[in-house]
């Protein structure tokens, strides 16, 4: 479970509570709510990720950390801190678990700010009818960044590549962020704002291949990096993705803990989550249902 998630009845994200305005509602994250997510998570999470550290490495440690709960973050490494910067796009009708899957993982780092970033400051619904609320717009993100991803999803991916304030928001932030990063079909959102010619990327199967419209190499692997572009496969993927870059920001050590904090230990029901290993009637009707979705993409794709 998320860092300090209760179950209570309503979603939870980290420490933030999504509290419905009615039974049965969408439930979403309150302004004040909000403001004491990070101080909450930041606490447990300097508790959760403490582990064993050898002698040297204790030697550089920060300070003695008490949070609220008592623990003793004494052996915790002064370099486990650090203010990285990430802006996590939203739009409408995106893949919610494009966005959380990565979103669990970015949170899960000390010091870091995690902005959610759209148009305005309005709720954005997903596809699957969650209902998030940025926290910053285009005009009051962060200039420069550490990362910058895009998620996917179908029709809203759609409008989103196709949004001209969207395609310059990526561009511009895309042009000096350390890492530009994508899961799923957000990889087409990059392409839109020309942040992936020349580089290997991934994508959902469905439209990996559409990548090369806007010059970016299409590789067929779980989690692509190429250079400062890191780029994940198809939804569930978002998870492999996001180790990666707790990795990449912050240290083997560091992601091993995230994994065992969230205890990801995947053993599926089924060996159909990939193209190369989902029943041949498998494939044939998936590959029916979203053909017009491919036609759409490949459209979007010539026209941008």
């Not at 067929?220 to 993927?237: H, L, M, Q, S, Y």
Request: aromatic share 6%.
């Amino acid at each position: 479970m998320p860092w300090a998630a209760v179950p209570i009845g309503c979603a939870t994200v980290g420490k933030a509570l999504y509290k419905a305005d009615k039974p049965r509602k969408t439930c979403i994250l309150t302004r004040q709510e909000r403001a004491m997510t990070d101080l909450d998570r930041r606490s447990i999470a300097l508790a959760a990720l403490l582990a064993p550290l050898t002698a040297a490495t204790a030697a550089g440690a920060a300070p003695p950390v008490k949070p609220a709960d008592g623990h003793d973050m004494s052996m915790a490494p002064a370099d486990w801190t650090r203010h990285d910067q990430i802006a996590m796009l939203v739009y409408p009708k995106m893949t919610a678990l494009d966005l959380i899957g990565p979103q669990y993982m970015f949170a899960s780092l000390m010091g870091a700010k995690v902005h959610l970033v759209g148009k305005t400051l309005e709720p954005v619904t997903s596809d699957t009818g969650v209902t998030i609320t940025p926290t910053a717009t285009f005009a009051d993100c962060p200039k420069d960044l550490t990362v910058l991803f895009a998620p996917g999803g179908t029709q809203g991916t759609l409008d989103a590549l196709q949004d001209h304030e969207t395609r310059a928001f990526m561009a511009d932030r895309g042009s000096r962020a350390t890492y530009v990063t994508s899961v799923c079909t957000g990889a087409l959102i990059l392409g839109a704002a020309g942040l992936l010619e020349g580089y290997k990327a991934t994508s959902h199967w469905v439209v990996r291949d559409t990548l090369s419209a806007f010059g970016a190499i299409p590789t067929d692997e779980r989690v692509v990096r190429d250079r400062n572009r890191i780029t994940g496969a198809g939804v569930t993927a978002g998870l492999d993705f996001g180790l990666t870059m707790v990795a990449e920001l912050r240290g083997r050590n560091y992601a091993e803990n995230v994994q065992l904090l969230c205890e990801y230990d995947p053993h599926p029901p089924f060996n159909a989550g990939s193209i190369h290993t989902a029943p041949p009637e498998v494939k044939a009707m998936m590959g029916q249902m979203l053909t017009p979705f491919q036609a759409k993409v490949r459209a979007a794709a010539q026209s941008s």
